[in-house]
């Protein structure tokens, strides 16, 4: 038996046998109370009348959730889809979400990182260090948030300053040659002012080898480092935060294996070390051309609160955001151009520069009826630097490799062809709103909230790309991925004949909510809600873009939301228990599909129609005894195509009614645990414990057989011990126990695959070290 099975065993060997020694100990806990500002106030989770997932910092630490590709493990009603760049990843929830290339769109599920807004997803695909909490609110968020949440919100809030002395050091290495460094200091500076420094470091080889010129190199890995710094000033009546940090990430991920036949020609040439029909277990490449990514990002952040009298508070957050992506890309999957099946590689930069301010004034929030009132402005200027080289041939006068593949002859002119094209984007965003929500508390158990937010948008886009010629002679050539067409059109198309073109369109939006509370006790909360959920107009702007189809704004996507929940505690808050049931219909739903340039797979944004979601979640947690926390959720949605609208300037293909949505499991549950015991006045036990299974879902929205993702089960496990003070804590950790392989995203129907790194099994050791 391999030694990290035997590990895993006895791990939960001793797992079960502690839990089940722990029943008969007297009964002492409490369900943990956690305070969320998902109303833009402190409220504890419980009072809230929102769908909502509060995980503590601590939590994130113990679940080995080092990042929002990781969210799923502790919040189901969640899916990541990790994209060849975190520029185009993207957060999936209720089985809804924007997967797109466009620099002219943006998410469905809205990020905000301590206040601000970010304009893409992946700016907050950073490491969670230092983390005080994350909030997930299910469902749109059209009143306080509004900026693109019409299906759902992710709140980061950063742990700041303390009025004692504090040091933290962490270490944690994992098989695979990963590692990972953090350290944070925080304390007092002056009187009512407090700092926080944190920084962090991380390197991963990668879980896929490429074989390409007998190298052998890991990919599918990372090396990150990041610092932050903040400042707190607290007089009681006024609190200011400050904060500024810079981040950097090179990542060589994530590259598509090959878990399907290429062809006898094909699959030769590749000649992959376990061959290419395995499937999901594939961990090989043969690439000549390395994906990989470059982030860059530094931000400043400001917030405040300010009493102006015993009854009313201003608040006010002001953020600025730069990011740099470049993307290394490669297009073929195959270690070299051969007669048939050409090559193709891309390399991108996005820059991304961000400003946004927030005003709000709110009453007392005890007071019978108080509200709050505020306005928000924002704008994103973005660019896209693109361009794509590829080799193709019709015939050769080299030889033919064993297997059948002849290779390009690279120094042949004249039968060998170098297709190339570089685009250039430009995009304005803008966004202003007012909003406004109020409660009224007709008695004690029994309110009314209404919320109003008027929003508009201001979106412009310049697109320049020539037609495709050979890199060699400078005369047209078309090649895979790319064409002959401008980007403002052919005149016989309906375009302007030029290399350019350009967009603009502007929407304005009423979105709202309406909520019902009744309170019958301190330990029980109901609700009903409707809300109004909004998302701005986009462009299909990207590489291939062509007027005038893609220059047709892509409409704004609207999201009405029925929802009834509960909320209860019972057993002197021991055991905790919040449902949810809702139901979500999408007009206008923005969504990618795959379609195919000249033998290139890419994908393009259209207007789908009407979607639909519907389902419900469950959230347990169960305190038996003393230092037991017992949880499960589930989490269960059917998104589907209610109506499908084919668009025939996009060009995207048809979807009939009833398709499931791209990566939307229908179901998703956890089940998990951890224990803490003292042993004697020496030492402190820690266990952990979590199992997340996926249903079955699918990568694009025409839900082919070719792009079916098959359901998986992840089991996870740690145990730890400290000193009795917990300033020194060792624990070993087990990821994915029964070594179950699987994978984030099909597409070809296994030509093209993407393994995370949680598709094998593996072992970690954390080390902790603080001082108080």
């Known amino acids: 038996m391999p030694t990290t099975t035997r590990f895993a065993l006895r791990t939960l060997a001793l797992t079960a046998s502690t839990l089940a020694f722990t029943a008969a100990a007297p009964v002492l806990a409490q369900v943990e109370e956690i305070v ?3 109303q833009k106030v402190e409220e504890n989770v419980q009072d809230v009348p929102i769908a909502i997932s509060a995980v503590s910092g601590d939590r994130l630490d113990q679940a080995a959730v080092f ?40 998410p469905s599920v809205s990020t905000v990182v301590d206040g601000v807004v970010l304009s893409r997803s992946g700016q907050a695909f950073m490491d969670l260090v230092d983390i005080q909490r994350l909030e997930v609110l299910r469902g749109p ?91 707190d000033y607290d007089d009681n009546i006024s609190t200011v935060r400050l904060i500024a940090d810079y981040y950097e990430a090179d990542d060589d991920c994530c590259t598509d294996v090959t878990g399907a036949s290429r062809g006898a020609v094909q699959d030769a040439l590749l000649a992959l070390p376990n061959g290419v029909a ?84 709110a009453s007392d929030q005890s007071a019978p009826f108080f509200y709050q009132v505020g306005a928000f402005a924002w704008r994103s200027d973005n660019s896209q630097d693109f361009t794509r080289s ?21 120094n042949d002119r004249v039968n060998t062809l170098f297709p190339t094209a570089t685009s250039r984007s430009d995009v304005t965003s803008k966004n202003y709103a007012i909003f406004s929500q109020a409660t009224y508390r007709f008695t004690e158990q029994l309110s009314l909230t209404g919320g109003l937010r008027y929003t508009w948008d201001d979106l412009s886009f310049t697109h ?74 986009a462009f299909n702007v990207f590489f291939n873009h062509t007027a005038p189809n893609n220059a047709v704004p892509i409409d704004e996507e609207l999201s009405d939301s029925f929802e009834i929940g509960a909320k209860t505690q019972f057993l002197d808050n021991r055991v905790q228990l919040n449902v949810a049931a809702f139901t979500v219909e999408y007009d206008g739903f923005q969504a990618n599909n795959f379609i ?115 359901p998986y089960g992840i089991w996870n496990a740690s145990i730890g011990v400290s000193d009795i003070e917990d300033k020194y804590r060792l624990t070993f950790h087990v990821r994915n126990i029964t070594d179950e392989s699987y994978v984030l995203l099909n597409i070809e129907n296994g030509r093209r695959l993407q393994i995370p790194r949680d598709a094998d099994r593996y072992v970690g050791v954390s080390l902790r070290v603080r001082t108080r």
């Open 596 to 710: 195919v340039v000249n033998g290139a797979t890419i994908s393009n944004l259209t207007n789908a129609g009407t979607v639909k979601s519907e389902g419900f979640e469950a959230d347990l947690i169960v305190n038996p005894v003393d230092g037991l926390n017992l949880r499960a959720s589930a989490a269960y949605a059917d998104a589907r195509v209610k109506e499908f609208n084919p668009n025939p300037t996009t060009g995207a293909p048809d979807a009939r009614n009833g398709t499931v949505l791209p990566l939307a499991p229908r179901f998703v549950y956890t089940l998990g645990g951890d224990y803490t015991k003292e042993l004697g006045d020496a030492a402190v036990l820690y266990l952990n414990t979590d199992y997340r299974h996926t249903s079955t879902q699918y990568s694009d929205l025409g839900q082919s057989p070719n792009t079916r993702i098959d």
């Open 141 to 231: 968020q059209g009143t306080l948030f509004g900026r693109n949440a019409s299906a759902g919100l992710v709140n980061i809030v950063s742990k700041g300053g303390t009025d004692t002395l504090e040091a933290e050091v962490g270490a944690d290495w994992f098989e695979g040659d990963e590692y990972r460094l953090r350290a944070a200091i925080s304390g007092p500076i002056a009187e009512n002012l407090s700092g926080r420094v944190t920084g962090f470091y991380g390197s991963y080889d990668g879980n896929i080898t490429n074989i390409n010129g007998g190298r052998n190199n890991k990919v599918n890995g990372y090396e990150r480092f990041g610092v932050r710094g903040i400042l």
């Open 278 to 361: 395995i499937g999901e277990r594939q961990r090989f490449v043969n690439h000549d051309f390395e994906t990989r990514a470059e982030d860059q990002q530094w931000s400043l952040t400001g917030n405040g609160d300010f009493e102006l009298s015993d009854t009313h508070t201003l608040s006010v957050v002001l953020g600025y955001r730069n990011w740099e992506n470049t993307e290394f890309r490669e297009g073929d999957f195959l270690p070299r151009a051969i007669v048939g099946a050409g090559q193709l590689h891309d390399v991108g930069t996005v820059k991304t520069e961000q400003v946004s301010a927030e005003i709000r004034l």
């Open 390 to 410: 590829g080799v193709t041939c019709a015939t050769s006068t080299l030889p033919a490799l064993p297997g059948g593949a002849v290779p390009c002859n690279l």
């Open 36 to 38: 969320v500002t998902a």
């Open 67 to 106: 990042s929002l590709e990781n969210i799923g493990a502790v919040v189901p009603s969640v899916t990541f889809r990790k994209g060849t760049t975190s520029a185009n990843s993207a957060i999936v929830m209720r089985g809804v979400g924007t997967i797109t290339f466009s620099v002219a769109a943006e």
């Open 464 to 537: 320049t790309r020539a037609p495709a010629v050979n890199a060699a002679t400078g005369l047209p050539a078309a090649g895979p991925g790319t064409n002959l067409n401008p980007a403002g059109g052919l005149i016989a198309n309906g375009g302007n004949g030029t290399n350019t073109s350009r967009g603009e369109t502007t929407n304005g939006n009423l979105s709202g909510k309406a909520v019902l509370q009744f309170t019958p006790s301190d330990d029980v909360m109901f609700y009903g809600s409707y809300t109004r959920g909004y998302k701005g107009p």
